[in-house]
């Protein structure tokens, strides 16, 4: 079976602490609960979340949807938005866990990404790099979030042209952008099979603002 590889990466900085991190805990708990009422998604998707601060971690390795268990994600107390180290452990993720196409078989699909910050990357010569490796590998689609008033645009637009901003950091905002991911995950398991090319998103809500 052909899998889709989602890979959630997260802005965990001091700045995510409180309010921010615990709505952006209930949208994801909120975006798995829908995606497991889809039948196509529960064929294929996989879903794997990255965190960021001082350091990239593995928070949940790439897992089959329907045994995903998600356990909330914490904030240190304080910490730096080394989004850089997120773009190399996902490079060294996927490099990993993707499995590409051979004569006899062919692999997954080509992996969605999604990216949420709140502020712009602490290691941006790293970040600037690690763009040029992503660039060489085959993604479906990339799709940045700038959270908030803080989260600079013009670094998220060399990473993709796919950028989305949230003007607050409150619930509803988090609520919204997840269904979003949830909705274009949806359309992604069930046009997998139909155009492995660049995929197709669905319109955001109103509280979404694409970045143009």
């Not at 590409?100 to 080509?110: V, Y």
């Not at 600037?128 to 959270?147: D, H, L, N, V, Y």
């Not at 398991?189 to 319109?203: E, F, K, R, Y």
Request: hydrophobic residues 40%; aromatic residues 8%; proline residues 7%.
């Amino acid at each position: 079976m052909r899998r889709l590889p989602v890979y959630i990466l997260l802005d965990t900085s001091g700045s995510m602490r409180g309010e921010p991190i615990h709505s952006v805990n209930v949208g994801i708990q909120a975006m798995l609960n829908a995606l497991k009422q889809d039948p196509y998604a529960l064929e294929s998707v996989h879903i794997s979340i990255i965190t960021f601060d001082n350091e990239a971690r593995e928070h949940i390795p790439l897992t089959a949807l329907e045994n995903f268990q998600f356990t909330d994600i914490e904030v240190p107390s304080a910490g730096g938005t080394f989004m850089g180290a997120g773009l190399e452990l996902l490079i060294e993720l996927v490099d990993r866990d993707v499995k590409r196409s051979t004569e006899d078989q062919k692999g997954d699909w080509r992996p969605l990404v999604f990216l949420m910050t709140d502020g712009s990357p602490s290691d941006a010569y790293a970040y600037t790099q690690a763009i040029g490796e992503i660039k060489k590998r085959p993604f479906g689609s990339i799709i940045a979030c700038a959270a908030g008033p803080k989260a600079k645009h013009e670094y998220l637009t060399q990473l993709t042209d796919q950028v989305v901003s949230l003007d607050t950091l409150d619930s509803t905002a988090f609520s919204s952008f997840f269904k979003w991911v949830s909705a274009s995950v949806s359309i992604g398991s069930s046009s997998a099979g139909i155009a492995d090319t660049q995929s197709t998103l669905p319109p955001p809500p109103p509280e979404i603002q694409l970045v143009l």
